[in-house]
Structure formats: structure tokens, C-alpha cells
């Protein structure tokens, strides 16, 4: 049996001199009828009561108790009210590639083939298309595949208008060679289409670079009409297999014209002969008909500031689509911009 422990009154603050056990004490009203308080009653009068700790949880469960089913549906429509921020998509896992010898997510194969297909892209069309503009995650992907050889960043000076116009850059994105060569043997790349690495003309990457956002604007109107399993082709492989032919048919007839032989090929790929020569586009663009109904293609061209007017018109009546962007259309000669059927023809990029 434990031991109980004795207090006396001054452990309490309390003198014991000051307090009459024969003193009565009355607390309540006249109407009451009063008694004698013992000594541990006369004690407890001078204890103060225990503080109410604040708990935010059992006040929360108490208020729902009081309010009853009201608040409860009242706080719940609250937590149903849309955000003021959209939910970003959720990120891809990385998944293993034997080809490549590494894991990839899906956003990280698709900048590779991006990038491949048209040879040089500038970064910040890659993070607004693939990306939607999450420059983190663009930012991260993108060391990872430097890191791994598999892409080249090139800082490149865009076009100037005199000596006085100050110096701006972009990012251009190249594959690597070892990247084509793993991207070809994948499996991942879509039959026929080529795939290019390297930076070939450093001059000419900000004209080239404007490809692909042409080549958005395009294959998004021809997905709008049904077609579908897009390839690109890009004036190297045309230019490579139109070389090809015009040799075979001289090799096969060494006497026949070269302008009737010129026009021959040229009917084959479905271009026109303008001065003796096939007028070439800067890409394009091969797709699938829905429904079974066969194949189409469109090509387009994408013109700069540098273009005189009849650069322009011979591109025009070759049947291209033509591209230019913003900022090149201000800068526009005005044989062209006085030239109201020719500016009609002209979209901007």
C-alpha cells in the first residue's frame, strides 16, 4: 500500500493563522442557506482552476458537433471549390530503352525525334510544344540527355538588320551522331523518315530552326482534315533523291535533253521547273488520308526578311505554303508588301 502524502496549509501560500475553522464562509446568495465549510473546503477556495488549453482539433470537432448538419455540408462545398491554379500533367516515369541503352520518359524520346526530324530546333520551341512551358522539367530532361551525349546545345546569333542593331542569341538543339545511329535502330522511328544530326550551316540555323514552326501550323491543319502518320522531308533527302534520278535517266540516255529530262523528274515528285531548274521547298510534309483514301503532301516554305519579291512569287507559283515570322514581315521590302495578292499568300509563323 503506497504511502500518502500530508500537506499543510503553507505549502499552498497559505497562513494558517489566518483561517478560523469556526469562520463561516457563504459564496452564494442570501436566498441560500449557509453552513460550516470544513477545512479542505476552505483550502480549495484558494486553488486556481486548471487553464483550458487551446486545441485546435478538438475545437474543430466540437464546432461540427454544434453546428450540426448545416456547417458540415457548408465546409465540404468549400473544399470542393475549383483551384485558382491548374494541375499540371503528370510527369512521365522513365522507362528503360535497350536501343539507347537508358531510361527515357516519353517527353524525353519525343524532343530526340523532334529534333532529329528537322536537324536543328530552337530550345524554346521544344519547351512551349512538349513541355507546355515548364521550363523546370524542360530544363532538367535536357541536361540529363547532354549529360549522355545524346544532344548538342549550340548558341547561336540571330540576324541583324545593320551593324548598329545590337547582338541577340537562341538555343539551337542538334542530335548527336550516336543519337541518330540509336535513335534508327530504336524501332521508335516512324518507316521512312529520315533523321539528321549535327549543325551543317550555323548561317542558316535561324531560317532552318523556323521549319518547325511552320511545320506545326501545318500538321495541325491537316490533322483538323483527317490525315494522320505525318513524315517530314526536308530539301536535303529531296534534293538527294532528285540528284538520284536526273543521273539514272541521263545514264539510261546519254542524247536526250536536259530540260525535257529535268521535267520528267520533276512530274515524278510532283514540283514545277522554273528557269531550268526544280524549285525545291523547305520541307515536306507526306500523310496519310483518312479513311483508307491514299496519301497527300504539302509543302512549305519558310522566307525571311532576305527575300526579294521574286523569290517570293516563284515559291508562291510553285504551289508552296509560305511561312514567315512576325518579326521578318516588318522587315519586308516594299515590293513585296505593295504587293497585296502576294502578301495574301503569305502566313505567319
Do not use: C, W
Amino acid at each position: 500500500m503506497g504511502i500518502m502524502d500530508f500537506h499543510s496549509l503553507s505549502d499552498y501560500g497559505i497562513d494558517p493563522r489566518s483561517v478560523d475553522p469556526r469562520e463561516k464562509t457563504d459564496h452564494r446568495s442570501d436566498s441560500v442557506p449557509t453552513r460550516e465549510s470544513s477545512p479542505l473546503e476552505s483550502i480549495t477556495q484558494y486553488i486556481t482552476a486548471p487553464r483550458e488549453v487551446f486545441n485546435p482539433r478538438a475545437r474543430s470537432d466540437h464546432n461540427r458537433e454544434q453546428a450540426g448538419p448545416d456547417r458540415t455540408r457548408t465546409r465540404e462545398h468549400s473544399l470542393e471549390l475549383p483551384r485558382e491554379r491548374p494541375i499540371a500533367p503528370r510527369r512521365h516515369r522513365r522507362e528503360r530503352d535497350p536501343a539507347l541503352g537508358l531510361q527515357l520518359r516519353a517527353e524525353e524520346r519525343q524532343l530526340l525525334l523532334e529534333v532529329g526530324k528537322f536537324r536543328v530546333v530552337a530550345a524554346t520551341d521544344l519547351e512551349r510544344e512538349i513541355y507546355k512551358n515548364n521550363s523546370g522539367q524542360f530544363r532538367h530532361d535536357l541536361e540529363f540527355l547532354k549529360q549522355h551525349g545524346l544532344i548538342e546545345r549550340h548558341v547561336l546569333n540571330l540576324r541583324r538588320d545593320g551593324a548598329g542593331d545590337r547582338i541577340r542569341r537562341f538555343d539551337a538543339l542538334t542530335l548527336t551522331k550516336d543519337a541518330r545511329k540509336k535513335l534508327v535502330l530504336s524501332g521508335h522511328v516512324p518507316e521512312g523518315q529520315e533523321l539528321y544530326s549535327g549543325l551543317v550551316k550555323p548561317r542558316e540555323a535561324e531560317h532552318d530552326a523556323q521549319i518547325y514552326r511552320a511545320y506545326l501550323k501545318e500538321a495541325a491543319e491537316i490533322e483538323r482534315g483527317g490525315g494522320r502518320n505525318i513524315r517530314v522531308r526536308l530539301d536535303f533527302e529531296l534534293k538527294r533523291q532528285i540528284n538520284r534520278a536526273v543521273l539514272q535517266l541521263r545514264k539510261a540516255d546519254r542524247t536526250r535533253d536536259d530540260q525535257n529530262l529535268k521535267q520528267e523528274v520533276a512530274d515524278r515528285f510532283d514540283l514545277k521547273v522554273q528557269n531550268h531548274r526544280i524549285v525545291l521547298p523547305d520541307a515536306r510534309l507526306e500523310y496519310e488520308l483518312d479513311g483508307g483514301g491514299g496519301s497527300s503532301h504539302v509543302d512549305i516554305e519558310v522566307a525571311t526578311s532576305a527575300y526579294h519579291r521574286h523569290h517570293i512569287a516563284s515559291k508562291v507559283q510553285a504551289g508552296f505554303k509560305l511561312y514567315i515570322s512576325r518579326g521578318d514581315i516588318g522587315r519586308l521590302g516594299a515590293g513585296v508588301t505593295d504587293d497585296h495578292d502576294l502578301m495574301s499568300e503569305i502566313l505567319d509563323i
